[in-house]
C-alpha cells in the first residue's frame, strides 16, 4: 500500500490549494480516506474524511474548523483522493498528511477520526498560508 501527497506549497490568506493522495494497493469501496494535518506546537488533528463507499456514493465529514472552506473527494479511476483547500486562513498552515482504514468511519455509533484509527499513511505535504 502507498499514498504519496502532492500539490502542497505556499498560499495567500483567502486563496485556494489544491491537495492530491494517489493511492495504490487499496480500493475507495473498502478503505474510508482521511486528511490529517499536523502543525508545530500541535497535535495531529484530522479535517477532513470520505468513508468507504459502493463506487457511486460516498459520505463526508469535516472538522469544524475546515467545514465550509474545505471539500474532500475521490476519483475511483485515478485511485487519488483530493483536499480543495479555498479561503485559506494562517492557521491552515501545516503538514497535511493522507490516510486510510481499512473500516468505515462511521459505524452507526461512532466516528474513527483519530490518527491511531488510521492504517496506513503518506509521507505529507507543506502547506504554508501566507497572511
Known amino acids: 500500500v502507498q499514498l504519496v501527497e502532492s500539490g502542497g506549497g505556499l498560499g495567500h490568506a483567502g486563496g485556494s490549494l489544491k491537495l492530491s493522495c494517489a493511492v495504490t494497493?487499496?480500493?475507495?469501496?473498502?478503505?474510508?480516506m482521511a486528511w490529517f494535518r499536523h502543525a508545530p506546537g500541535k497535535e495531529r488533528e484530522g479535517v477532513a474524511y470520505?468513508?468507504?463507499?459502493?463506487?457511486?456514493?460516498?459520505?463526508?465529514y469535516y472538522a469544524d474548523s475546515v467545514k465550509g472552506r474545505f471539500t474532500i473527494s475521490n476519483d475511483n479511476v485515478k485511485n487519488t483522493v483530493y483536499l480543495e483547500m479555498n479561503n485559506l486562513k494562517s492557521d491552515d498552515t501545516a503538514i497535511y498528511y493522507c490516510a486510510a482504514r481499512y473500516s468505515p468511519i462511521w459505524d452507526g455509533s461512532y466516528y474513527a477520526t483519530r490518527p491511531d484509527e488510521y492504517d496506513y499513511w503518506g509521507q505529507g505535504t507543506q502547506v504554508t498560508v501566507s497572511s
Open positions: 470520505i468513508d468507504s463507499g459502493d463506487g457511486v456514493t460516498y459520505k463526508t
Open positions: 494497493g487499496i480500493t475507495f469501496d473498502d478503505h474510508a
